[in-house]
Each structure stands twice: as structure tokens, then as C-alpha cells.
């Protein structure tokens, strides 16, 4: 009995899964402990139930997942029906790695924190031709056509043999490699719960047969945290090596930098401030880094006049730090007002430390004319890399792999900005870039520059 038992354990462990170095196995090769039943929901209005409706939709959805989810050793089984395996953990930035098996002519996906999805289908399903299944798995075919809908190449194994997928997700930014061959490069998955009045035009019945992006707002972006789903959609599916690495945000900024440099040229060397101009007495350089002093100010800013461009940064703000960027800066002046705008650079937990804010003055907001989301900082003490894109009257600020502000200062209504003040520089068409520091240690660091259009001389 004993060597019987002994047997038995080692079974039991050589059907669990071993992740790779730095990943966990979400899937144990025993049971689906770690999991619960999920749907294509919004994550954000499930975490806005109580916590008494969030238990009785768990207990129920759960229920009806492990009715059709079966941990067969190292694969975990689904019949095609039934609620997602829905991690019962959340995520922000990761890698995923899995394989997948799937049935002839089926359909199936990942959702990414919530949301859909990476999708998986037969390539010879003739019955999803005009939906693009011919064109192969491993895409986000809920985004718009020129976002990633569909798969660079076509890379997947006939049904019945294994596919092996990797995901890396940062910010809003995916890419997807499909058996080894990249399908997603770094595009934005849209949000697709937020689709203006979708519920209200369903229940009228005036929700198109065949709905494009231009049919709805996606303008809110995506949680910065959900869980991940293994979808159902009516064909037998095996999964099996199912891993995860959470990313940092050292290594999350490195990996936002690396993408798209072509352009760019560094604007700061790291040890002085050779080239910049302003209150260069208000401002040091720290560890490869410019900070403003501590209750100190005013308005640092590079030399070259600047039309289009996209302005590239990391900046680590203290508790209640604030800041801000210059854009189109005329030299002089209080840049909220005279330039451009000023970009804000504020803790995200600003409001809390130090008082009540308009929604204008968040960080990333045009300040006082238009609101950025908030909610998409890193803790404090982590550097944050932001991306700044200003052409012509619009301005665009993607925040840690977050779309959090594309606005059209053109389109602002002056009588309705904060405090009713005038922006005499709002419709600048040149100027200077820089910082407008509050008196707070706020940091910057890695600035580089992408001119869009001819510098001034």
C-alpha cells in the first residue's frame, strides 16, 4: 500500500504544471482553485456591485463554469459551453503564455483584464469567412480594423494539434505571438463596454447587425487592473501550460520606450542643463534626473521652438506633487495661459492630500480646459512614462500604455473653461517645451523629442 501511495503522489506531482522562471502557473493540474465563473461583462460595473451581489453572481457563475470545466492532469478541459474560466485575481501588467487545442470549425479567446479579446478560431470555418476567421487566429478582433483586428500573418496549426500563444500586455498596449510568429504588435485594445448608449439601443432593438466603431464612443480607456478569461463559444477546447508573469513598471517603461524610436532625439544629457533655458536656478539635476526644487519654480524650458512633435519623458511625482508641462511656451509668462496649455503633472492622489480638484486640473488634463482620465499612475516612488503627442490644436497623452487625454483645443468653448480665464495662447501654433514647477520635487528623466513639422529658427 505504501509504494502504492507513494506511486500516486508522484503522479499527482508530475501532472502539475512548472512555469518558466519568473511565471506562475494559473492553472495547478489539479483543480480549478484560482478560478471562477465569468462572462463578457464590464469589469468595472462587476466591481461596482456590492460585495453581497459581487458573492451571489461569483457563487452562481462559478457554479455553472465547473459544470463544463473539467482539471484533466496537465489539461484543463471545456466542453464548449458554459460561464469563462475567469482568474479570480486581477492583473495590470503581465505576460501570458499558453497552449491551446481546439475542436474543428470552433471559435474561442482570451479576455485581458475583462475585456475581449484575443481571438481563436478555425481558419477553415467557412460560416466566419466574412468575419475574418480565414485570416487566423491570435488578433483583437473587437478592435477597429486598422488596430489589430486582424492577425498580421496567418499562424495557426490545423484544429486538433496544439497552438502556443504568448501575450504581453502593458498599459492598453498588446501584442500576441501565435506559434512563434508575431500576430499583434503593440496595439491598443479598445474598450468594448464603453459604447455610448449600447444598452438603451439594444433594448429599443436599434443596435446594428453589423456594428463598426464609428456606431459608438470607445473613448474611455480600459481598467488599468482585471482579471484574465478563457472564453466559451461552442466547440470542445483543451488548454494546458496556462503562465503568467507579472510586470513592473521599471520594466513596463522600458518596454513602452523601446517601441516606435525612430524620430526621436534626446533633448536632456543626463548631467546639466546644457540647453535649457528659464528657471534653470529653480532646477537640478539628480541622478540623471531634473528636479525641481523643493519650493521652488517656475518655468524651465528646452531651447528648440517647437510646431508639431511628440515629446517622450519618465517623471516621478512625491505624495501631493505638482507640476506641469510647458507646451508652445512663448518664453515667458505663466504657461497655463500664455502657451499652449500646461500638460498637468499631479499625483493622481492629489485631491486627498492636499484638497478638492476641479476635474480639469487632474494629471494629463489641459489645465482647465479639458479633463484627462485619472487612475493610471504608478505608486509613488515609481518612475511613469508618459508620451505627449501635440499636432496642430490637439493634443494626445498616453500615460504607462493609457490613451488618458486626446483633446482639440479648438474646440473649446472659452466661457465654460475653469474659472472662466482667458487662454490667449491656447491657438499657439509654436513655442517651447518644458516644466512649470509648483514648488514640489517632481522628477524628470529619458526626454527625447520627435519633431512632427520644421522647428522654428
Known amino acids: 500500500m505504501r509504494s502504492l501511495s507513494l506511486l500516486f503522489a508522484a503522479a499527482t506531482l508530475a501532472a502539475a504544471p512548472t512555469p518558466p522562471a519568473g511565471f506562475t502557473a494559473l492553472y495547478n493540474g489539479k483543480d480549478l482553485d484560482g478560478w471562477r465563473g465569468g462572462d463578457t ?68 479567446g482570451i479576455y485581458l483584464r475583462g475585456l475581449p479579446q484575443v481571438q481563436i478560431w478555425d481558419p477553415a470555418n467557412a460560416k466566419e469567412k466574412k468575419n475574418g476567421a480565414d485570416k487566423g487566429s491570435g488578433a483583437l478582433w473587437n478592435n477597429a480594423v486598422n488596430n489589430g483586428k486582424f492577425p498580421l500573418v496567418l499562424a495557426d496549426k490545423a484544429p486538433g494539434e496544439w497552438n502556443t500563444l504568448r501575450i ?26 464603453d459604447r455610448k448608449d449600447y444598452a438603451t439601443l439594444k433594448e429599443a432593438g436599434l443596435v446594428p447587425k453589423a456594428p463598426t466603431p464609428t456606431d459608438y464612443d470607445r473613448k474611455v480607456t480600459i481598467p488599468a487592473r482585471g482579471p484574465i478569461s478563457l472564453q466559451t463559444h461552442g466547440a470542445p477546447i483543451k488548454w494546458r501550460n496556462v503562465f503568467i508573469r507579472e510586470i513592473a513598471g521599471a520594466e513596463a517603461n522600458q518596454w513602452l520606450a523601446s517601441k516606435g524610436t525612430e524620430g526621436f532625439r534626446p533633448i536632456f544629457n543626463g548631467k546639466d542643463l546644457t540647453d535649457w533655458k528659464g528657471a534653470t536656478d529653480q532646477y537640478e539635476v539628480v541622478d540623471g534626473a531634473i528636479f525641481c526644487k523643493p519650493k521652488k519654480g517656475g518655468n ?14 519618465e517623471f516621478k511625482v512625491p505624495a501631493g506633487g505638482n507640476n506641469g508641462l510647458c507646451l508652445r511656451f512663448p518664453g515667458t509668462g505663466n504657461t497655463a495661459y500664455v502657451g499652449m496649455c500646461e500638460l498637468q503633472v499631479l499625483d493622481d492622489n492629489y485631491d486627498k492630500v492636499r484638497g478638492k480638484l476641479d476635474p480639469r486640473q487632474v494629471h494629463g488634463s489641459a489645465y482647465g480646459m479639458v479633463g484627462a482620465q485619472r487612475g493610471y499612475q504608478r505608486p509613488i516612488g515609481e518612475w511613469n512614462f508618459q508620451e505627449v503627442t501635440v499636432k496642430g490644436p490637439t493634443i494626445k497623452v498616453e500615460l504607462n500604455g493609457f490613451i488618458i487625454l486626446d483633446a482639440d483645443l479648438s474646440k473649446v468653448d472659452l466661457a465654460t473653461v475653469m474659472g472662466k480665464s482667458a487662454h490667449p495662447g491656447k491657438d499657439n501654433t509654436h513655442g517651447f517645451f518644458g516644466f512649470a514647477g509648483h514648488g514640489d520635487a517632481v522628477g524628470f528623466r529619458a526626454l527625447s523629442i520627435k519633431p512632427l513639422a520644421p522647428e522654428k529658427k
Not at 459551453?81 to 475542436?103: I, P, Q, R, S
Not at 498599459?171 to 474598450?191: C, K
Open 41 to 108: 461583462t464590464s469589469h468595472r460595473a462587476y466591481l461596482a456591485l456590492t460585495p453581497e451581489q459581487r458573492a451571489e453572481r461569483d457563487k452562481a457563475w462559478t457554479a455553472d463554469m465547473l459544470a463544463h470545466w473539467k482539471a484533466d492532469g496537465d489539461e484543463l478541459l471545456n466542453d464548449g459551453k458554459g460561464k469563462y474560466a475567469t482568474t479570480v485575481k486581477e492583473y495590470g501588467d503581465f505576460e501570458l503564455t499558453l497552449e491551446y487545442n481546439m475542436a474543428p470549425l470552433g471559435d474561442s
Open 300 to 313: 524651465l524650458y528646452h531651447k528648440d521652438d517647437l510646431t508639431d512633435f511628440v515629446a517622450r519623458l
Open 168 to 193: 504581453v500586455m502593458v498599459g492598453a498596449r498588446v501584442s500576441v505571438w501565435l506559434n512563434g510568429q508575431q500576430t499583434v504588435d503593440h496595439a491598443i485594445l479598445e474598450n468594448f463596454y
